[in-house]
Structure formats: structure tokens, C-alpha cells
DNA sequence: CGACATTTTGACGGTCTTCAAGACAGGTGG
DNA sequence: CCACCTGTCTTGAAGACCGTCAAAATGTCG
């Protein structure tokens, strides 16, 4: 009875098709034909869901494969040599990590769940090969790195010129578009990682992140509660965060016209 | 007399093959057969040279190529909409501009020319097609884009956890590996740039820039002379840059194993 | 030479960090 | 059920670092 029960739930998870995922106009199937994906799909593994906290990959780690989030969320992140952390990214469902890594075949950032978290499995190599059958998954592949590109970009862009208030700002407008796009609510939502997280990404110590929030609060511009998130003046934000009507930096979603 | 000159110059300076370009190992070509870097010749296209403040391209045009640099320079950099300015790059002989453009097929970025610049342009379309036939290519291409995102994540490193002195280091000593790796000299070397360039770069104000290399120098690490300049400890640079051994970010030149 | 951009210098102030302490939460074991 | 503990978050006070402002000096190019 157990035993049956477990086997159905890893069949069910493990064969999960890029047809079927919800996720796949998020992913790399983006715009591909029905027998390309499959194609791609044959390729794909199905790893057992990474507990909060345990490494997809270390910094250092010989690299074998991109990574596509499936369920949960990862923080990528480097070593200084005097052992200080930097977040370089958050990846929410539909996004792909690793991709840092193809230059050198070895990871430069270490890979980590901030929740319980599967992933889709891509060994490099294979990909390629694929890559250059399907004219299709070659674009997209240059598209996403070219997404990536541009993202960090923007991030810099912020980092650079932006106070405190701006660059949170645009980090909660970034969120509420990733999780519109996933047909949750981009007003309310619940982040998946700590403050000291969302402050270590940002450039800016804990304690300024809880002034931040305060004063986001105290500004009627959201209301916070915990990890939980609730926007109320998106306008606002989206004007603090300087960049009108474009897309919000720090993370892989962006428009993907044709 | 002076037409047959300038005939001459005009040919021989939009004839030159990648296979004769000094440049070769820091580009695209990099461990293509000679039979591979032809078919790859046959789409370049070779501009006439940038004057200093021209524009290869500006924010909003539409992608059409990717482009090296061949000589001379670029800087690229986006506007905000408060019209302030940020550098996003700085980009040397053998470098590749454009690549934040695949994804929107639209340039985010404006890049121009810091000096008389020529360039080898690389119209997409075509080198996706040739990507798609030739294996060592296509690899290339993801590479470079690979090690693009890693450069600009140390870059984001750098502005979110070091001090200005330790963000001027890594930028000197980024360049110095860059002229080096060219056969330049690089301890001794002239930046195509001004300091307030320098300074929009590292997010920077510009009297912050100038009480920098004062400090440097009077510390001994280098002398200056306008945009002359001398490393003269870069043991010490590197140790304030933070990062031992690796690679300096700031550019797109790192090591590439096979 | 003369107009203009770039660089330098000094004084001052704001933003964010650092340090130190206390509040709160979630989980564990008695 | 409560004491305990660890990690996270909050709050306050002090100070560092870098930006801003203003003005002079230097350099650059017509």
C-alpha cells in the first residue's frame, strides 16, 4: 500500500513532459514545434527535490548542466576570499541557472534552495548537439543568455546610481512581474528568502532593510508581514525604481517578442 | 596619385580576412579550422572607422549585427530617464558589443566610439544560421555570452561590497590583463577613456575618481599622467581587488580551456 | 590665443554601515 | 505546556565613506 503509493508519486513527478509543464513559455520549449519538444524532453532529467537549504552546485563544481527551476526557488552566490557572501541572483519557477558556467566548464557561483525545490535537468553537451539540429532552441538559448546579459546589466545600472529606496523598489516591482507572469498575483505574495538575503543581493546591510521596509510601510506603499508581501501602491514604486513602463532588473523575465 | 592611395588603403583595410587578424585567438574564429574561419569571413562585413563620439549604435535602433572591435574602442551605456548616464562596458580590440541585443532585437544600450574605432560587423541572422553548421561556433558564441554574464557578476560583486579604492583596483588591473593578453604592455598603458568615464563605470563621482589615483600614487601603487598610466605595485592591487589569482571583471577577457 | 571640457581641491552634508542591544519567532527537549 | 535556544529582525546612536557644491587649475582643440 505505501510501497504503491510512493512508486506512483515518483512516476508521476519523474515523467513529467515539457509538453505537459506548465511552466514551458516560461522555459526553453518557447516557441518550439510539438516534435522538437519531445526531442528536447528526451534529453531533459528529473532530479529529486533539493531540501531548503542543499546545494544544486557548489562555486567550483565541473559543470555538466543548465538547470531549469520547476518548483521552489535557488540563490546563486560567490565567495569572496575572505569568506564574505554575494547573492548574484534569485530563481523563481521557469528560470535557468548555470548558465555562468559554460565558459569555463567549472561553476563560478554555488547553487542553493531557499525551499523545497525541483529542477529539470539539462546536460550541456547534449543541449548543444540539439542545439544546432533545432534552429529554433539555438534562438532561444542566445535569447536567454542575451536576457541574462541584459538583466545584470540593469542590475549594475543600479547598484551604481540608485539609493537604497530606489534599488528595493525595483527588487519588489522585479518579483511582482515574475510572479504575474506565472499567473499568481503580482500585488500579494510571499518572498522565499530572508531579509539579510534580499539585502545581501541588494548591496545593503540587514538593518538598512528593515528601515527600508518600515519606511515603505509608513509611506502606505506596502505592507509587510514577515516574508509575506503585499503592494499596495504599485505606481509609486514603479516611478521610485526609474524606469517607467520597462521591465524591473535582477532576474531572467523579460518580453519575448517575436 | 592620391586616389590610387587611397584605393589602396580602402582595400586593404576592408579586405583584411580574419585569418591574417592578429586579433583571431581573442575573437570569434578561436579554434575554428581555417576552412571554418572562410565560411565565416564570407558574412563579416568591414566598416569604415569610427570617429572619437561616434555612434555604432544607438539605444532604441533596431539589432541587426554583433560587432568586434578591432581597433581603437567603444564604450556602451544606457540613459535613465532622468537623462543621467551610465557606462555599462568598456570595450577593447578583439571584444564583442551587442550581444544585450539578441533577446529584445532591440540595442538597450548605446555604444560609441572613445577613439577612431574600427569594427567587424556580424550580421545575427546569418551567423545563427553558420552556428548552426559549424559546431566549434556555436560554441564559441555561447562561451562568449557565458563569460560576458560572469564578468558582469563580478562587476555586480564589486559594486555591491567593495570600496571605491578596491572597485578602482579590479578596474586597473582588469586592464592591464586585457592589454596584456593583447601583447601590450601590462604595467605601462594608455586608457582610451576619461576619468569621469572611469568614474560613471564604477558608480563613481569624478572628484572621487581624482582623490583615488592621488591616493595611489601616493601610496606608490602607480603613476599617473593624465591618461597615462604605470602600474607599479600590482601585488598590492591585486590584494585590494579582492580576488588573488582569478580574473579581474570588467571585461569580456578570461582564460578559455578546452 | 581663447573657448571649452576635464581635472583638481577643499568644505560640508547625507546616506548607509557598523556596533551593540533587545525583541521576536520557530523549533526542540524536558 | 513551558523553558530554552538559535536565527532573524528591529531599533538606536555614532561615524565612515562618498557625493555634492563651488571654484580654481589644468589640459585640449579649433
Not at 36 to 53: F, H, N, S, T, Y
Not at 146 to 173: G, H, N, P, Y
Request: glycine share 8%; charged share 25%.
Amino acid at each position: 500500500m505505501t510501497g504503491s503509493t510512493r512508486s506512483d508519486f515518483r512516476i508521476s513527478t519523474l515523467r513529467q513532459a515539457c509538453t505537459h509543464c506548465s511552466l514551458n513559455q516560461l522555459c526553453l520549449p518557447m516557441s518550439l514545434s510539438e516534435a522538437d519538444i519531445e526531442q528536447l524532453d528526451a534529453i531533459v532529467e528529473r532530479r529529486k527535490p533539493l531540501d531548503r537549504g542543499g546545494h544544486l552546485y557548489r562555486a567550483g563544481d565541473s559543470f555538466r548542466a543548465i538547470y531549469a527551476v520547476r518548483s521552489g526557488s535557488l540563490k546563486t552566490y560567490t565567495t569572496a576570499d575572505n569568506g564574505e557572501e554575494q547573492v548574484t541572483g534569485f530563481h523563481l519557477p521557469g528560470e535557468l541557472v548555470g548558465l555562468d558556467a559554460i565558459n569555463s566548464w567549472v561553476h563560478p557561483c554555488g547553487a542553493s534552495a531557499l525551499e523545497t525545490t525541483s529542477v529539470c535537468e539539462l546536460p550541456f553537451e547534449e543541449l548543444e548537439n540539439l542545439a544546432a539540429d533545432i534552429p529554433g532552441l539555438q534562438r532561444q538559448l542566445f535569447r536567454l543568455m542575451s536576457r541574462e546579459i541584459f538583466a545584470d546589466q540593469e542590475m549594475l545600472f543600479a547598484m551604481a546610481r540608485r539609493s537604497a529606496e530606489e534599488r528595493l523598489a525595483m527588487l519588489l516591482l522585479s518579483f511582482s512581474d515574475r510572479f504575474g507572469r506565472r499567473g499568481l498575483s503580482p500585488s500579494r505574495f510571499r518572498l522565499p528568502m530572508a531579509r539579510t538575503e534580499l539585502g545581501n543581493y541588494l548591496g545593503l546591510a540587514p538593518e538598512t532593510m528593515s528601515r527600508l521596509f518600515r519606511r515603505f510601510q509608513e509611506q502606505g506603499w506596502l505592507e509587510a508581514d514577515g516574508r509575506e508581501i503585499n503592494l499596495l501602491d504599485v505606481p509609486t514604486l514603479r516611478e521610485l525604481s526609474g524606469r517607467g513602463g520597462e521591465e524591473a532588473a535582477g532576474g531572467q523575465c523579460h518580453p519575448v517578442p517575436e
